[in-house]
């Protein structure tokens, strides 16, 4: 697992995917991810019509790559504005965010 950068949670709740990472993804504007909280990390993957991750929240890629974490998930990771995550890559579909 390569660990990529760290990102702050914004006072809206999202957070920031680097480009090249969106690249390597393929995830654009609109893009549509599934999260899925486990323990205290979150994983994040690219939304597959036919594989969809059980229990998980929605999310679309913003016009600068943002990603809004909805308040119900962050309140279960226990994680809040201005709370520092760092990125992993895990394979070409999937993130994974771990809270600093």
């Known amino acids: 697992m390569e660990r990529y950068s760290a990102r702050t949670i914004d006072e809206l709740g999202r957070i920031v995917l680097h480009s090249e990472l969106r690249e390597r993804l393929n995830l654009g504007f609109g893009s549509v991810v599934a999260l899925k909280p486990l323990g205290n990390i979150l994983i994040l993957q ?34 809040y ?13 999937m993130l994974v965010l771990k809270l600093v």
């Open 46 to 79: 690219a939304k597959i019509k036919s594989n969809p991750m059980p229990q998980s929240f929605e999310a679309k890629v913003d016009e600068i790559g943002r990603i809004a974490l909805p308040k119900e998930l962050r309140e279960t990771l226990g994680w």
């Open 81 to 93: 504005i201005k709370s520092k995550v760092s990125v992993y890559h895990v394979d070409d579909g």
